[in-house]
T-cell receptor, first 113, second 113 residues
Framework: DAGITQSPRHKVTETGTPVTLRCHQT?????MYWYRQDPGHGLRLIHY???????DKGEVSDGYSVSRSKTEDFLLTLESATSSQTSVYFC????????????FGDGTRLSIL | KQEVTQIPAALSVPEGENLVLNCSFT??????LQWFRQDPGKGLTSLLL?????REQTSGRLNASLDKSSGRSTLYIAASQPGDSATYLC????????????FGTGTRLTIIP
């Protein structure tokens, strides 16, 4: 299995609070991704990174920011959480080219009350 | 906009049977298609990656086929086992917006002992 660790694995918080999710990889892969999974929508890309300090938006990026200060860590921040951001969040990594597979972590279940 | 569909949403088969899971996509301009399995409360495990230039990929009892021109892929599972019970997801990597995977909503497979 790809060495991907997501933390925390579960979190419950209140509307309006800031939340940061962490993805840590031990594979030295260049690309890292954040997806969210919701019933009826499948997985959707939030943000991705193609190198240290290099990030870009996905299809559902509103309300989220990311940072990557080291190759191994990719942080997802909800500046002011809303109930619509209740979801399961997955981190994925890829070694680089479009022909390489993406490998996923075990997910973070986030509930915003 | 790429759309990925998996029908049926759920499937139950007796142990030992061979079975086929379906995936269809609307835009044939893809780099590749990836099949995953997801166990309840877990992350996604990559099963097979099939490039746009390939017709088939095999791994053990699994065989994935790709017909890019018709926008279809199938995942064939031979001699099904109770341990194959999971949700199976397909995802395509399109030529446009190629950093993201577009996922189907999955087929929940139950193998009846």
């Amino acid at each position: 299995d790809a060495g991907i660790t997501q933390s925390p694995r579960h979190k419950v918080t209140e509307t309006g609070t800031p939340v940061t999710l962490r993805c840590h990889q031990t594979e030295n892969h260049r690309y890292m991704y954040w997806y969210r999974q919701d019933p009826g929508h499948g997985l959707r890309l939030i943000h991705y990174s193609y190198g240290v300090k290099d990030t870009d938006k996905g299809e559902v990026s509103d309300g989220y920011s990311v940072s990557r200060s080291k190759t191994e860590d990719f942080l997802l921040t909800l500046e002011s959480a809303t109930s619509s951001q209740t979801s399961v969040y997955f981190c994925a990594i890829s070694s680089g080219t479009v022909h390489q597979p993406q490998h996923f972590g075990d997910g973070t279940r986030l509930s915003i009350l | 906009k790429q759309e990925v569909t998996q029908i049926p949403a759920a499937l139950s088969v007796p142990e030992g049977e061979n079975l086929v899971l379906n995936c269809s996509f609307t835009d044939s301009a893809i780099y590749n298609l990836q099949w995953f399995r997801q166990d309840p409360g877990k992350g996604l495990t990559s099963l097979l990656l099939i490039q746009s230039s390939q017709r088939e990929q095999t791994s053990g009892r699994l065989n994935a086929s790709l017909d890019k021109s018709s926008g279809r892929s199938t995942l064939y599972i031979a001699a099904s086992q109770p341990g194959d019970s999971a949700t199976y997801l397909c995802a395509v990597r399109s030529n446009f917006g190629n950093e993201k995977l577009t996922f189907g909503t999955g087929t929940r497979l139950t193998i009846i002992p």
